[in-house]
């Protein structure tokens, strides 16, 4: 139960410097930290399932905003501060908190698992699924729309990364700013 709490504090950590930092790419790489503490989290609750899809997600997602802050130019947040905005993030953050606190307090104690469900499947999978391996008739006809889901955030991600992350089709820095301009490319 403490490492699990130490992940939360070093998210929430995480989470506030992403929002305080001033240059981009440090918020980038907080935000990167605080989804891979996620996946370890996952890892605690038992869902490793869960966990590999948050990390191929993140890596996914932290080679974009890494390629798309660095090709910027300017890379500093100005130091304007708003200050509604300032307060209604504090506003929802303390009703996230509330709501939170209401929906984890009636979890049984960490690393104790209430196993009504993982017992259903095991008494009852061989007569409802004809299947001889109960982990493959769980995941296939039990979880089903689960499994599909997580194939698709997978296939999603991996075609994401494939077409930002490809070199034909792409042009040059300079033909970008010929075309811009208006300058013929032979000259």
Known sequence: MVLFVVLLVFMIIGSIIAIEARNLLSSVISVGTVGFALSIAFLLLGAPDIAITQIVVEVIALIILIRGTISLDNTAIE???DTFAMVSALVFFGIFLAFSYVALKDMPEFGKPLMKVSQGYLQRGLQRTGAANIVMSIVLDFRGYDTLGEAT???????????????????????RDRARVGIPGDL
């Open 153 to 175: 955030v997978l296939f999603t991600s991996i075609l994401g990364a494939f077409v930002v992350l490809r070199k034909r089709g792409r042009k040059k820095k300079e033909e």
């Open 79 to 81: 130091k304007h501060r």
